[in-house]
Nanobody, 123 residues
Framework: QVQLVESGGGLVQAGGSLRLSCAASGSIFKFKVNAMGWYRQAPGKQRELVATSSRGGSTNYAGSVKGRFTISRDNAKNTVTLHMSSLKPEDTAVYYC???????????????WGKGTLVTVSS
């Protein structure tokens, strides 16, 4: 079983920066992590993609964060980080880490979510 643990949320003023981190834990000899990414859900809205990174390092960003957010990952540590800058009040949301995990032990691929971390941007 894989668990995703997020950290780094908090309160920041508009224009400020935050860094979110997520680590996938479990028996690393049983699985590998393929795509990892961040999604967010603002109050009253649906969860939306923020940024994703393939295992090979290809990245994808939502248009609303392109140029302000940067996703990076460490495959050896099974971690993914989201560097957020020039934050806006509309970036306020619960941010969720996501990982696509492939098991060597026959279970195939499974999708995991973290519990979420709140980012609040004040104006």
């Amino acid at each position: 079983q894989v668990q995703l643990v997020e950290s780094g949320g908090g309160l920041v003023q508009a224009g400020g920066s935050l860094r979110l981190s997520c680590a996938a834990s479990g028996s690393i000899f049983k699985f590998k992590v393929n795509a990892m990414g961040w999604y967010r859900q603002a109050p009253g809205k649906q969860r939306e993609l923020v940024a994703t990174s393939s295992r090979g390092g290809s990245t994808n960003y939502a248009g609303s964060v392109k140029g302000r957010f940067t996703i990076s990952r460490d495959n050896a540590k099974n971690t993914v980080t989201l560097h957020m800058s020039s934050l806006k009040p509309e970036d306020t949301a619960v941010y969720y880490c996501n990982a696509d995990v492939y098991y060597y032990t026959g279970e195939g691929s499974m999708d995991y979510w973290g519990k979420g971390t709140l980012v609040t941007v004040s104006s």
